[in-house]
T-cell receptor, first 114, second 115 residues
Framework: DVKVTQSSRYLVKRTGEKVFLECVQD?????MFWYRQDPGLGLRLIYF???????EKGDIPEGYSVSREKKERFSLILESASTNQTSMYLCASGAGLAETYEQYFGPGTRLTVT | AQKVTQAQTEISVVEKEDVTLDCVYE???????LFWYKQPPSGELVFLIR??????QNEISGRYSWNFQKSTSSFNFTITASQVVDSAVYFCALSGQGGSEKLVFGKGTKLTVNP
């Protein structure tokens, strides 16, 4: 079974703090993704990575950065957390095969910025 | 641009009722993939089905069935004889433009099945 794990289920941070959200997958997938999920807005892609050290902006990259130093790990960084970044953050990985496109999701991190 | 519309924000049914979740998509690609994911209260999205644009056959898996119609750009999901455990948010998604692995998600439909 594919397993995608995220470092925390719940996180509370203060405005201005630097926040790291970690994601690890164990299936040797090429692609990894970070989404945020907000009520009424569905899932919106923040960043994705299709290879180690490669990254591409998604639909809402402002205020975020990412790091992928190893194939299995993809980190989302909030350089200076703000209250409008309070959200559910979901990580996903995918095999990168044209015939699948299936993404496997982690359990999510509910981040509250106060 | 790719777009997925799930017009039903919330649906509430009584156990054993059949329920259909609608999904309408927009794309200029001739080759694309459509997905349904389930997000139970625990939060983790669970893959349900993938359908490519060349396969319009309907699919049935137990109480779940999917109706893909290219003519109306729809990929609807029906749960037959719903159960309380079906309560979740359901997302329809479309593969990204040009075959990109980025998925475009609809806003989701929250299904509540009451006993």
């Amino acid at each position: 079974d594919v397993k995608v794990t995220q470092s925390s289920r719940y996180l509370v941070k203060r405005t201005g703090e630097k926040v790291f959200l970690e994601c690890v997958q164990d299936m040797d997938h090429e692609n990894m993704f970070w989404y945020r999920q907000d009520p009424g807005l569905g899932l919106r892609l923040i960043y994705f990575s299709y290879d180690v050290k490669m990254k591409e902006k998604g639909d809402i990259p402002e205020g975020y950065s990412v790091s992928r130093e190893k194939k299995e790990r993809f980190s989302l960084i909030l350089e200076s957390a703000s209250t409008n970044q309070t959200s559910m953050y979901l990580c996903a990985s995918g095999a990168g095969l044209a015939e699948t496109y299936e993404q496997y999701f982690g359990p999510g991190t509910r981040l509250t910025v106060t | 641009a790719q777009k997925v519309t799930q017009a039903q924000t919330e649906i509430s049914v009584v156990e054993k009722e059949d329920v259909t979740l609608d999904c309408v998509y927009e794309t200029r690609d001739t080759t694309y993939y459509l997905f349904w994911y389930k997000q139970p209260p625990s939060g983790e999205l669970v893959f349900l089905i993938r359908r490519n644009s060349f396969d319009e056959q309907n699919e049935i898996s137990g109480r779940y069935s999917w109706n893909f119609q290219k003519s109306t750009s729809s990929f609807n999901f029906t749960i037959t004889a719903s159960q309380v455990v079906d309560s979740a948010v359901y997302f329809c998604a479309l593969s990204g433009q040009g075959g990109s692995e980025k998925l475009v998600f609809g806003k989701g439909t929250k299904l509540t099945v009451n006993p």
